[in-house]
């Protein structure tokens, strides 16, 4: 009885068996690939490997640019598409890009003979001073004209150049290469006291030269500044001192240097009378190149 019973288990183990092969032989088949999927952006189906058509580009929220454009770069496997390009749009000062925030790496070109390096386009140096005679760039102020008057043309202001014991010997460095040597070149320094008593309410004279003025050399040799001075300014009124129109009383100083062939600098040093600087202008027919540098990044101490 019991051999029997093995037997029938046996039989029905057989019938289960190949009624499930011929379960599997009549399973449906699988469907039809035909929805794709791109979920790591390569632009080609995840499942099947085939090229997507209406592949949608995955660009960077950041700003990619050269020297004249900016563009948004794909980030996804088609790293040659770009989105947005334009040309840049350079503030006033010819600086920085409205739209992307890139520096202008421009040489700086001259109008009329005469090329303009302005001060924020100088390279200052980084000397530890205290918070309040730290060498800050205001872009774009406008120069005094007259008591409470700020419709003067606009000017690169370097506010706090020198003004105290702790501040003097900073330095800023137009830094430029001439085609050619060339003597007796015009330069034209435009600076302006900022000396000034908040009880006379009135900006007072710096004499160049003097102990406590700013210095100036070209190529390392010390350059005279003697005879020349900023002007001060009296009857000043109160908002004149608060809001900074009175240290805008801008002077040029005229010297004539020798350039070298290649590298040139022309450094001005602080004294212990602080003074604003707006630019340089170098008159002559040589060819020079002067390129921007980002001063921007410096912290600023208004």
């Known amino acids: 009885m019991k051999k029997k019973f093995l037997a029938l288990l046996a039989a029905s183990a057989m019938v289960l068996g190949a009624g499930a092969v011929m379960a599997g032989c009549n399973a449906p088949a699988e469907p039809e690939h035909t929805t794709h999927y791109d979920i790591n952006a390569d632009g080609k189906c995840d499942k099947c490997g085939e090229d997507m058509e209406g592949h949608s580009h995955i660009y960077s929220k950041k700003w990619s640019s050269d020297a004249t454009y900016h563009w948004h770069a794909a980030v996804c496997a088609h790293d040659g598409e770009v989105s947005e390009k334009a040309e ?10 409205r739209v992307c925030k890139a520096i202008n790496t421009a040489p700086v070109a001259p109008v009329e003979g005469v090329y303009h390096y302005e001060a924020e386009y100088a390279e200052l140096d980084d000397k530890d001073v205290a918070d309040n005679a730290t060498m800050t760039i205001e872009l774009n102020k406008h120069e005094f004209t007259e008591s409470g008057k700020e419709d003067g043309p606009l000017v690169s202001n370097v506010g706090y150049f020198g003004g105290s014991e702790a501040s003097a010997g900073q330095t800023i460095t137009w830094r430029f290469n001439a085609a050619e040597a060339a003597e007796n070149v015009k330069v034209t320094l435009r600076m302006a006291s900022s000396v000034g008593s908040w009880n006379d309410k009135k900006i007072t004279e710096i004499v160049l030269g003097a102990e ?11 350059v005279s500044l003697e005879g020349q001075k900023l002007d001060g300014l009296d009857n000043l009124t109160q908002n004149d001192m608060q809001n900074g129109v009175a240290y805008h009383n801008f ?10 062939a290649g590298e040139n600098t022309i450094v001005l040093t ?18 020079l190149e002067f390129s921007r540098t980002n001063n921007l990044s410096r912290p600023s101490s208004h």
């Open 88 to 97: 840049h749009e350079f503030d006033e000062g010819g600086l920085l890009c």
């Open 251 to 260: 002077c040029n100083i005229v010297i004539t240097i020798n350039l070298v």
């Open 212 to 222: 406590g003025a700013p210095s100036l050399s070209v190529n390392g040799s010390d």
């Open 270 to 287: 602080s004294g212990s009378k602080g003074v604003n600087v707006d630019k340089i202008m170098i008159e002559t027919t040589t060819s």
